[in-house]
């Protein structure tokens, strides 16, 4: 069967194609950036596809024998003001595109929206799926609300919650009641309803075995993770400072904080339906999918971040093209040292770099620099790595992104996401000089206007220090 993923590259969408392609079917992914995707993914059943929605595209760019067609795109962390415009504006392009080929079923990923009123997320998901439904395909609807999974936002919040706090003042949203369901479950009913003739042109909410508070969830959580939490709720939290609390305490971003807040105050609670005993699917309770996804953190084995979507940070997609570091016009910060010892070693150390790893020298500065960002709405350092051991092109990885992850060339490049005035890159490259093997560690900064210059000669001295540090401690055996 061939099967189209628009987000093919968000968190849902990684984790649907490894089991669509064990399935036997063929995957055309949509992705805006072709050359991050195509580095994770070299299955031969698999066609990438580059594009943006928010833009008008060619007709003739989707393949006309399409059979299932995902539409995953959302954008509630890509800004607080118009990103229901965005949402509104890909669909549309998405419906006039995918209207030129055979598709017999559209499958759209939804909000749970029961509620008499409901907060700016939800109606945007609501728009979309009316858009949707105005096109030739007939379009299921599955409405889900908090997902539970290693790497899910909601997932991540709540665990930065409870191991950090142990007495926590809470606004009174915490009693809102919602319906969370494990994201294993949110595959099992996305790939259950491919072509299910009584699913077709219908909508289903899909959520867990249990309604829960979101305090009562926090609780929960604590239990599993052995911890005693005490949480006060008080009533004159408001939104604002409810939203200031989610993005200083946890590594969301702000505007997926104060999106998440206006939709916390909604109750998100399924109508019934028969849908996961149709499709014989066993609901997990919440503490078990909590569990589970601890075991996927513990073992490594987290397919999927939200905070490696472009959309958690204000860097343009566009940046992953540019594999080379400008020259002109920047501050450059070079450090060149012989290797003696194993070079596969230090590539280790290089892949390592960063999250509980930390940056091999000064570490305490990092976290203060990571504070400091986060005072002024930067992501800071919370963010840390998805995976402790592998590193992938488009990765979060602290406060960078990551441009280049070649370990065949022995080449890793960062960009900096953090708040600056300017644009600055981080890379290490292992290179051969007069037949020695040399770790070169580059820091570029590119400044803009005068504040970017005095903010170079003003941090100077610490770099002096601390890519000296780190290009020595990088040279020897990890501790």
Same mark, same amino acid.
């Given at each position: 069967?061939?099967?189209?993923?628009?987000?093919?590259?968000?968190?849902?969408?990684?984790?649907?194609?490894?089991?669509?392609?064990?399935?036997?079917?063929?995957?055309?992914?949509?992705?805006?950036?072709?050359?991050?995707?195509?580095?994770?993914?070299?299955?031969?059943?698999?066609?990438?596809?580059?594009?943006?929605?928010?833009?008008?595209?060619?007709?003739?760019?989707?393949?006309?024998?399409?059979?299932?067609?995902?539409?995953?795109?959302?954008?509630?962390? @890509?800004?607080?003001?118009?990103?229901?415009?965005?949402?509104?504006?890909?669909?549309?392009?998405?419906?006039?595109?995918?209207?030129?080929? @055979?598709?017999?079923?559209?499958?759209?990923?939804?909000?749970? @929206?029961?509620?008499?009123?409901?907060?700016?997320?939800?109606?945007?998901?609501?728009?979309?799926?009316?858009?949707?439904?105005?096109?030739?395909?007939?379009?299921?609807?599955?409405?889900?609300?908090?997902?539970?999974?290693?790497?899910?936002?909601?997932?991540?919040?709540?665990?930065?919650?409870?191991?950090?706090?142990?007495?926590?003042?809470?606004?009174?949203?915490?009693?809102?009641?919602?319906?969370?369901?494990?994201?294993?479950?949110?595959?099992?009913?996305?790939?259950?309803?491919?072509?299910?003739?009584?699913?077709?042109?219908?909508?289903?909410?899909?959520?867990?075995?249990?309604?829960?508070?979101?305090?009562?969830?926090?609780?929960?959580?604590?239990?599993?993770?052995?911890?005693?939490?005490l949480i006060l709720v008080i009533p004159i939290m408001t939104p604002r400072l409810s939203s200031y609390w989610l993005?200083?305490?946890?590594?969301?971003?702000?505007?997926?904080?104060?999106?998440?807040?206006?939709?916390?105050?909604?109750?998100?609670?399924?109508?019934?339906?028969?849908?996961?005993?149709?499709?014989?699917?066993?609901?997990?309770?919440?503490?078990?999918?909590?569990?589970?996804?601890?075991?996927?953190?513990?073992?490594?084995?987290?397919?999927?971040?939200?905070?490696?979507?472009? @959309?958690?940070?204000?860097?343009?997609?566009?940046?992953?093209?540019?594999?080379?570091?400008?020259?002109?016009?920047?501050?450059?910060?070079?450090?060149?040292?012989?290797?003696?010892?194993?070079?596969?070693?230090? !590539?280790?150390? !290089?892949?390592?770099?960063?999250?509980?790893?930390?940056?091999?020298?000064?570490?305490?500065?990092?976290?203060?620099?990571?504070?400091?960002?986060?005072?002024?709405?930067?992501?800071?350092?919370?963010?840390?790595?998805?995976n402790s051991q592998t590193i992938n092109a488009g990765d979060a990885l602290d406060f960078w992104r990551v441009l280049?992850?070649?370990?065949?060339?022995?080449?890793?490049?960062?960009?900096?996401?953090?708040?600056?005035?300017?644009?600055?890159?981080?890379?290490?490259?292992?290179?051969?000089?007069?037949?020695?093997?040399?770790?070169?560690?580059?820091?570029?900064?590119?400044?803009?206007?005068?504040?970017?210059?005095?903010?170079?000669?003003?941090?100077?001295?610490?770099?002096?220090?601390i890519f000296n540090g780190m290009i020595n401690n990088l040279l020897k055996k990890r501790i």
């Amino acid at each position: 069967m061939n099967i189209l993923i628009t987000g093919a590259n968000g968190y849902i969408g990684q984790r649907l194609i490894p089991v669509l392609l064990e399935q036997g079917n063929h995957l055309f992914c949509c992705v805006r950036n072709k050359i991050r995707f195509e580095a994770e993914h070299t299955h031969e059943r698999i066609t990438i596809i580059e594009i943006d929605f928010l833009t008008p595209a060619n007709n003739a760019i989707l393949p006309a024998n399409i059979d299932v067609a995902y539409y995953l795109i959302h954008s509630m962390s @890509s800004g607080t003001e118009k990103f229901d415009e965005a949402e509104a504006t890909c669909a549309k392009h998405f419906v006039q595109l995918i209207g030129n080929t @055979s598709t017999k079923q559209i499958i759209y990923l939804s909000g749970i @929206s029961n509620a008499d009123k409901l907060s700016k997320h939800l109606e945007s998901r609501l728009h979309v799926e009316e858009i949707l439904a105005a096109g030739l395909i007939p379009v299921t609807v599955l409405r889900a609300g908090i997902i539970v999974g290693s790497g899910s936002a909601s997932f991540e919040i709540i665990r930065d919650l409870v191991e950090k706090l142990p007495v926590m003042i809470t606004p009174k949203w915490l009693g809102t009641k919602c319906q969370p369901i494990a994201v294993r479950n949110v595959i099992n009913f996305l790939t259950g309803i491919i072509l299910k003739e009584n699913t077709i042109g219908k909508t289903f909410d899909i959520g867990g075995p249990e309604v829960l508070s979101y305090k009562e969830m926090l609780l929960k959580f604590a239990q599993v993770r052995g911890l005693k939490r005490l949480i006060l709720v008080i009533p004159i939290m408001t939104p604002r400072l409810s939203s200031y609390w989610l993005y200083f305490v946890t590594s969301t971003s702000y505007p997926l904080a104060i999106n998440l807040v206006n939709s916390m105050k909604v109750d998100v609670i399924c109508r019934p339906n028969n849908l996961a005993e149709e499709l014989d699917i066993k609901l997990l309770p919440y503490q078990s999918a909590v569990q589970l996804a601890f075991e996927k953190i513990e073992q490594n084995l987290v397919d999927s971040s939200w905070k490696d979507a472009f @959309s958690s940070s204000n860097t343009p997609q566009q940046m992953m093209q540019y594999v080379n570091v400008p020259t002109f016009g920047c501050f450059k910060d070079l450090k060149l040292k012989a290797i003696n010892k194993n070079a596969d070693d230090v !590539i280790n150390n !290089i892949w390592s770099i960063g999250g509980k790893t930390g940056w091999y020298y000064a570490t305490a500065l990092w976290r203060i620099r990571g504070f400091a960002d986060k005072m002024v709405g930067g992501v800071g350092l919370r963010r840390g790595r998805t995976n402790s051991q592998t590193i992938n092109a488009g990765d979060a990885l602290d406060f960078w992104r990551v441009l280049v992850a070649d370990k065949q060339n022995k080449r890793l490049l960062l960009y900096a996401e953090m708040k600056l005035p300017g644009e600055a890159w981080l890379e290490f490259k292992i290179l051969k000089i007069k037949n020695v093997l040399h770790l070169r560690q580059t820091a570029t900064f590119r400044p803009k206007g005068l504040w970017g210059r005095l903010y170079w000669y003003s941090v100077l001295p610490f770099h002096y220090f601390i890519f000296n540090g780190m290009i020595n401690n990088l040279l020897k055996k990890r501790i």
